[in-house]
């Protein structure tokens, strides 16, 4: 998924109309551009802060949820939650582009897993909870990362209830 946003976020680069073409954009949802549900997460309309933050958060954080939970997991996060940030995009943000509403369902699938996983530390329970409760504060002003992080976190609990456990989230760290 990384490599695919890079492509067409490098894209937008040498031909801005792929830009416009992907980003979020109610009027064009509404003609019947449907694509643009998921498409905004591929392209980045804030610079290369946004893509070389979001790149490297999605690296990090991505890997340890995969690890934890793997690959089809992690890419059910990665969309689902993509899926939620950008329709909350479009009620609150209606104009904009990024793949950080994407990697913010799998940084609330590692906050559950660090709420929940017995034997780890105090401490990292305490920073699980609190940023699940960041994501709850996001939310309720209206920023598009809350829902994404608090679906995330919704679904690795119901994996985590149903019992789906990877056969390396044990040896996860």
């Not at 040498?14 to 549900?37: F, H, N, Y």
């Not at 479009?90 to 582009?97: I, K, L, M, R, T």
């Not at 829902?147 to 976190?153: H, S, T």
Request: charged fraction near 10%; proline fraction near 6%.
């Amino acid at each position: 998924m990384l490599a695919l946003t890079a492509g067409f976020t490098t894209a937008q680069f040498w031909w801005p109309v792929v830009l416009e073409k992907l980003r979020r954009d109610p009027a064009a949802l509404k003609s019947g551009e449907w694509w643009r549900i998921l498409s905004p997460i591929l392209v980045h309309d804030g610079g290369s802060t946004q893509i070389l933050f979001n790149c490297t958060a999605i690296a990090i954080v991505g890997t340890i949820v995969e690890r934890i939970y793997g690959p089809w997991r992690w890419l059910l996060f990665y969309l689902a939650a993509a899926l939620a940030g950008e329709f909350a995009g479009y009620v609150w943000q209606p104009q904009g582009a990024g793949a950080s509403v994407a990697g913010a369902g799998l940084l609330g699938a590692l906050l559950t897993w660090l709420v929940s996983k017995p034997g780890l530390p105090w401490s990292a329970r305490v920073g699980g909870t609190i940023g699940l409760v960041a994501a709850v504060t996001l939310t309720c002003f209206k920023d598009i990362h809350g829902p994404p992080i608090l679906f995330g976190a919704s679904l690795a609990s119901e994996f985590m209830i149903r019992r789906w456990k990877s056969p390396v989230q044990q040896t996860a760290p």
